[in-house]
């Protein structure tokens, strides 16, 4: 086992998927903390989901795997699950989250049956496809780790440069709306990064469990800190280490995918964050209720002990009277 790690660890391949693993983290890291502030963490799982039935169609049109097509179907595909949630929940009584549901599950189902369709199409490159439901990293090429690494750069620049306006849009729209910002403009441009990084993430994570990779770190951050900037920070290292550690695991151990991985290593880092982070973690507030109790119990003593000095004071007081 451990000759088997030695060997793909310094395999030059291998390193390069594990710089894109790490990119795609960190680019997923840093967009779902938006996501997760803007109480959208749905989203991201119907867009996932949405972006299975542009891939089947990619391929059909195509007949080729190539994931700058399948970005490409998948956009598309992801933008009108967008255009559909809008529709319904602005055009019927249904709440966000039903619309959301609806369109995931529609969705969904449409990619699984093109799916098993070209499965039974005879087609020879149709090899490998089903990995895009729970992910390979391992059977990324060269190129698409460039793609991979090179969009996610590019959302994690966004990002640093429009901070302030992401910040605002997120946290007070209708401040924003006054400061002359277009809060639509940018809420859309967020919407798409979020398209986009979810599309970026398919390949290693698969469809089922991408929108995990966004949400879970961003929700282990924010354990750790009230500063946005900083919890945007932790956002995309936490995506980063899950990344890596996913794409290790699943590299070292056959026939296990790399999504499932990856989401259990995100998920153990959400639940150390949960217990150890100072401020808001189980343990801090722990320690914080015993040190008040022990608190509250020493200025009970205190005042037992003052009232049972002045019990006596008193009695010595009336002692002396009487022998007066």
Known sequence: MLLTFINWITDPNMQWILMGSLLLGLGSGVIGSFTFLRKQSLLGDALAHAALPGICIAFMLTGVKSIGLFMLGAIVSGMLATFGIHAITRYSRIKQDAALGIVLSVFFGIGVVMMTKIQHSGNGNQSGLDKYMFGQAASMMLSDVYLVGIVSLILIAVCTLLFKEFKLVSFDPGFARGMGIK??????????????????????????????????????????????????????????????TGTLISGTLSNLPTGPVTVLAATSLFLVSVVFAPGRGLASKLLRRIRQRNEVRRGFETVVMDGERAVISNRAHAAERSGD
């Not at 639509?184 to 929108?211: K, P, R």
């Not at 900083?230 to 990344?243: C, D, E, R, Y």
């Open 183 to 244: 809060v639509g403009l940018f809420e859309q441009l967020l919407l798409l990064m979020t398209v986009i990084a979810v599309v970026v993430g398919i390949q290693a994570v698969g469809v089922v469990l991408v929108a995990a990779l966004l949400i879970t770190p961003a929700v282990a951050a924010r354990y750790w800190t009230y500063a946005l900037g900083v919890m945007i920070v932790l956002a995309g290292v936490f995506g980063a280490l899950s990344g890596v």
